[in-house]
Each structure stands twice: as C-alpha cells, then as structure tokens.
C-alpha cells in the first residue's frame, strides 16, 4: 500500500522560504497525483497544490499562485512543495496525499495521506 511521508516544514521568517518534501514508499507514483493540502488551528483543511501523475499539469489554490511551486521526481518517488514569499497565514500543518488519477488534477478524492509537517511563518 501506499505511504506517504512529509518533511522540510520548520520555523519560518515572512517572506522567507521553505522546501517540502513527500517521500512515497510501498508502491510507485506512478500513475498517481499528489496534492498539498494545509490546516491550520480552528479552520478546515484545504487544497494547496496539486500534481498530475505524470507532471504535465498543475493545479494551485488563489493563496498559492505565483508563490508555490509544486514539482515531482518519479524515480525518486518524491514530491516537492516550493513555498516562497512565505506569510504568516501560510502557518499550518502541511500534508501531501495521492489518488490514482488521470488528467488534471484537482482537490478532492485522495486516498492515502502523510501524517503532516508543521510549517510555522513567524518573526
């Protein structure tokens, strides 16, 4: 089965930068979109970011146009989440999740998710 593990979130300045990292294991990506989605204290969880399984195609959220940046290395079977020009209300927990899908990507229908990486923006 599909495991998903997130790393890179941490202690931020505003309009610093941070890398994250989502590692699969048990299976391939092939075949397989991942999103970026966050959740930050008090408010629902949302889509970020999203991945077409081959990387053809991205998808980004209004808050993350033209900041984020979302990149896949399937041989290594490893997404990326570049996040720049980082905000304060870009705090949240960030997990990535994947689905079997075709075509575009969107937000919603993800099977298997990563337990998470704080991501803090603070001065």
């Known amino acids: 089965q599909l495991q998903l593990v997130e790393s890179g979130g941490g202690l931020v300045q505003p309009r610093g930068s941070l890398r994250l990292s989502c590692a699969a294991s048990?299976?391939?990506?092939?075949?397989?979109?991942i999103g970026w989605f966050r959740q930050a204290p008090g408010k629902e969880r949302e889509g970020v970011s999203c991945?077409?399984?081959?990387?053809?195609?991205?998808n980004h959220a209004d808050s993350a146009k033209g900041r984020f940046t979302i990149s896949r290395d399937n041989a290594k079977n490893t997404v990326f989440l570049q996040m720049d020009s980082l905000k304060p209300e870009d705090t949240a927990v960030y997990y990535c999740?994947?689905?079997?899908?075709?075509?575009?990507?969107?937000?919603?229908?993800?099977?298997?998710w990563g337990q998470g990486t704080q991501v803090t923006v603070s001065s």
């Open positions: 999740a994947g689905r079997r899908q075709f075509g575009l990507c969107g937000f919603g229908g993800y099977d298997y």
């Open positions: 048990g299976e391939t990506l092939d075949y397989v979109a």
């Open positions: 991945i077409s399984w081959s990387g053809g195609s991205t």
